[in-house]
C-alpha cells in the first residue's frame, strides 16, 4: 500500500488540546487583580471615607494669626470716600481706568494682596507685599488714607 492510499482512508487528526490555554489566562488574570488591589490599598494619602475627604477639601487653609499682615486683618473692606490718586508728572503705565480700579482694588482687599509677593525689587524699599505698593497708610478702621505712588507703574 501506498502512503497516499493509507491517508486517503485514515481518518483526519485531531487538533491539540488546549486545557492549559483558559487556565493561564485566568491565572495571569488574578495576578493582575491582586497586585492592583495591593496598590489602591497601600496609598497612604487617600482618605478613610468620603465623608472625610469632603471635609478635608472645604476646610479653608487660614494662616496662623501671628503670620496675619495687619492691613489683612481688615478683611474685605469696600470703602466709599478713597483720597486722590497720586498721579504725577508722567503717564500711568495702564489706561486710568485700570489704574483706578487697581487702586480701588487694594483699598477694598487687604487680605488678597497683603498675601501677593511684588516682584519688582521694592521689597528692598520695606514693601512686604503687594498691597504696600498700592497703599501707604490706613487709619484704625482699615480706610486708606494715603497712596503708595509706586502702583502706578
Not at 49 to 63: G, L, R, V
Not at 124 to 149: I, L, M, Q, Y
Amino acid at each position: 500500500m501506498r502512503a497516499t492510499d493509507a491517508a486517503a482512508g485514515a481518518p483526519p487528526p485531531e487538533p491539540p488540546a488546549r486545557g492549559r490555554s483558559p487556565l493561564l489566562i485566568v491565572a495571569v488574570l488574578a495576578v493582575v487583580a491582586v497586585v492592583g488591589l495591593l496598590a489602591y490599598a497601600s496609598r497612604s494619602d487617600r482618605p478613610a471615607d468620603t465623608a472625610e475627604a469632603a471635609a478635608q477639601t472645604q476646610t479653608p487653609q487660614t494662616p496662623p494669626a501671628d503670620n496675619v499682615p495687619e492691613a489683612a486683618k481688615h478683611g474685605p473692606h469696600p470703602q466709599k470716600d478713597l483720597p486722590p490718586l497720586p498721579l504725577n508728572a508722567s503717564l500711568p503705565a495702564r489706561p486710568a481706568e485700570v489704574v483706578r480700579a487697581s487702586y480701588q482694588f487694594a483699598a477694598e482687599h487687604p487680605e488678597v494682596l497683603s498675601y501677593v509677593p511684588c516682584y519688582c525689587g521694592c521689597e528692598h524699599s520695606g514693601h512686604r507685599g503687594n498691597e504696600d505698593c498700592f497703599v501707604t497708610a490706613r487709619n484704625d478702621k482699615g480706610d486708606v488714607t494715603e497712596w503708595e505712588p509706586h502702583g502706578m507703574t
